[in-house]
């Protein structure tokens, strides 16, 4: 029972243009998402989060968008770089509160320079 | 700044040895989270400790046991190895049962041959 689910396997993009990752998950109880990045033989490093009270979050060249009616969230690459070529993770907290993360499958990121 | 720390980063072990892996967490982290990505998987999380309690518990197989210490750090034992045990297993770290700080490691690289 996949709780977390990023459809798309891979994407490959422009540099310089918009990258989209998209995100769905089943449960309505979870109170904050998460997204990660990930190299190869590396641990996930943290991005960017956006709790379930609000419906975007912006850092820089990344924004994270939540629709909860629709169960979907988005992260927003603008611009994409090379260095943004890596393995991008969506997860999940809650609602037990013990800082348990679900996990989506995971989406490769290609930048083409 | 100081990361999660997990040893040794590879480890290689035949079925039915028994192996421990390590982590240590941020200074002042309580809690810790364990965390298995099989190939092509995504992390599924095992087991995590707050306080050195037992916080939460996830698919973690019945070979396998873990606990905290009283400097907070962790170590996952796994008995009776399999050929399927063999994947990444990540450690994180946080303040509190929450999300604030949560941190990965960069892995132990477990292989069962």
């Known amino acids: 029972d996949q709780q977390v689910k990023q459809n798309s396997p891979s994407l490959s993009v422009q540099e310089g243009r918009i990258s989209i990752l998209n995100c769905d998950y089943t449960n309505s109880m979870f109170d904050y998402f998460l997204w990660y990045k990930k190299y190869p033989a590396e641990g996930p490093t943290f991005l960017i989060s956006?709790?379930?009270?609000?419906d975007k979050n912006e850092d820089g060249r990344f924004t994270v968008f939540l629709n909860k009616s629709a169960k979907h969230l988005s992260l927003h690459i603008v611009p994409s770089q090379p260095g943004d070529s890596a393995v991008y993770f969506c997860a999940a907290s809650g609602p037990s509160n013990t800082g348990k993360l679900i996990f989506g499958q995971g989406t490769t990121l290609q930048v083409k320079p | 700044a100081a990361g999660v720390i997990q040893s040794p980063r590879h480890l290689i072990k035949e079925k039915r040895e028994t192996a421990t892996l390590k982590c240590y967490p941020i200074p002042r982290h309580d809690t810790v989270y364990w965390y298995q990505q099989g190939p092509g998987q995504d992390p599924q999380f095992l087991i995590s400790f707050y306080e050195k309690m037992q916080s939460d518990k996830g698919s973690i197989p019945d070979r396998f046991s873990a606990q905290q210490f009283s400097d907070y750090h962790s170590e996952l034992n796994m008995s009776s190895l399999e050929l399927g045990d063999s994947a990444l297993y990540f450690c994180a770290s946080s303040l509190g049962r929450g999300i604030y700080g949560y941190t990965f490691g960069s892995g132990t690289r477990l292989t069962v041959v």
């Open positions: 956006i709790s379930s009270i609000k």
